[in-house]
């Protein structure tokens, strides 16, 4: 069974970077948009960013102009660069594929903490 496997969370300062990634262990066909997803302790998970397959993108308010997400088609892999990072982005941070028929992936989550 393909699963999604992330990649790049971790411990940084606010104001500090980090890269996640998201790749799929196999092959997944038709896969449409790609995003990523956070759930902080007691609140619910958000979309944080998402890309269609032609590259348009999404964000959620809070990160516009600190986040970029992007995505290697040919390697069935979505990154996720975060910068000027605040304490309030400390969540786990799952990535997620949707596709036409093949239904939705997630991936298992990391860990994203930002020290004041």
């Known amino acids: 069974q393909v699963q999604l496997v992330e990649s790049g969370g971790g411990l940084v300062q606010a104001g500090g970077s980090l890269r996640l990634s998201c790749a799929a262990s196999g092959t997944i066909f038709s896969i449409n948009a790609m995003g990523w997803y956070r759930q902080a302790p007691g609140k619910q998970r958000e979309v944080v960013a998402a890309?269609?397959?032609?590259?348009?993108?999404n964000y959620v308010d809070s990160v516009k102009g600190r986040f970029t997400i992007s995505r290697d088609n040919a390697k069935n892999t979505v990154y996720l660069q975060m910068n000027s990072l605040k304490p309030e982005d400390t969540a786990v941070y799952y990535c997620?594929?949707?596709?036409?028929?093949?239904?939705?992936?997630w991936g298992q989550g990391t860990q994203v903490t930002v020290s004041s």
């Open positions: 997620k594929f949707w596709t036409g028929s093949s239904g939705d992936y």
């Open positions: 890309i269609t397959r032609s590259g348009v993108t």
